[in-house]
């Protein structure tokens, strides 16, 4: 079965984008979260990439 990308319904702050790629490689939600932080911070380009990443990556689907 291959692993698929998806934001997550539970735990997510704004969209779920962090916590879908936290899930995704198997490490904590809250390094995520930091580096995002510090892209948004340092560059400025980071909220952008969010706000793309949160458009593109579904949903984890309903069960």
């Given at each position: 079965?291959?692993?698929?990308?998806?934001?997550?319904?539970?735990?997510?702050?704004?969209?779920?984008?962090?916590?879908?790629i936290a899930k995704y490689f198997?490490?904590?939600p809250k390094f995520v979260r930091?580096?995002?932080?510090?892209?948004?911070?340092?560059?400025?380009?980071?909220?952008?990439?969010?706000?793309?990443?949160?458009?593109?990556?579904?949903?984890?689907?309903?069960?």
């Open positions: 079965m291959s692993k698929k990308l998806y934001r997550v319904r539970d735990g997510k702050w704004i969209a779920g984008v962090c916590g879908g198997n490490i904590d930091l580096l995002c932080a510090a892209f948004i911070l340092a560059f400025g380009s980071g909220l952008l990439v969010y706000i793309v990443l949160a458009i593109f990556i579904p949903k984890v689907p309903k069960r």
